[in-house]
């Protein structure tokens, strides 16, 4: 298989496979860094810096899972960690408010709103709700994954996605009918 022979010439050290590689993941990778991180130049680093990861750390890939995947966890782990680096504080917030819409999972929206208006949306969320329902709804991660990912208990991934798909609703309904009612 393509990927597997490339992928043993990378821990080799095979620089014309590391280009291979770099170049077949690398415009799929860099619209995952965009995801977070929303700056072009920004993406860019955050590529560069997962690539070099990547490249340091591949005789750690075992196979379990496909060499696209493995890479795209190292691209949202330093996304993250850019996104951390970037804030200068973290603010504590009340997550009291969130309980009764958090209970309530039915959060279908209306057919009228477009995939942008959800984009906009989730970009307004808190950082520790938007990492969770970005990596959830949008990356297809399960909740091991992103507890992984984010150093958390699947139980907190749980709570913040359910909080995060509540004020994400919240959000989606004052786009479509805030201006009115």
């Known amino acids: ?31 995952v860094a965009m995801r977070f991180v929303k700056n072009g130049d920004d993406a860019e680093d955050v590529l560069q810096e997962s690539f070099i990861k990547a490249f340091q750390k591949i005789h750690q890939f075992s196979g379990d899972v496909t060499f696209g995947a493995w890479l795209k966890r ?17 603010v504590s917030l009340d997550e009291g408010y969130m309980q009764v819409v958090a209970e309530d ?13 959800v984009k ?15 990596m ?12 992984e990912v984010l150093d ?15 004020h994400l609703k919240e959000l989606l309904k004052g786009e479509k009918y805030g201006a009115g009612s």
């Open 1 to 31: 298989m393509f990927q597997s022979s490339i992928v043993e010439k990378c821990k080799a050290n095979d620089r014309a496979a590391q280009m291979q590689l770099y170049s077949k993941y690398c415009d799929g990778m860099y619209i």
């Open 74 to 90: 190292i691209v949202v782990n330093k996304s993250i960690d850019f996104l951390k680096s970037k804030k200068e504080k973290e």
């Open 105 to 117: 999972d039915n959060w279908n929206v209306p057919a009228a709103i477009s995939i942008e208006q």
């Open 136 to 147: 959830f709804l949008v990356e297809g991660y399960d909740h091991q994954e992103i507890a």
């Open 152 to 166: 958390i208990s699947e139980s907190a991934c749980r709570t913040r996605l359910s909080r995060g798909k509540g």
């Open 120 to 134: 906009c949306a989730i970009d307004e969320l808190q950082d520790k709700y938007k990492y969770v329902v970005l």
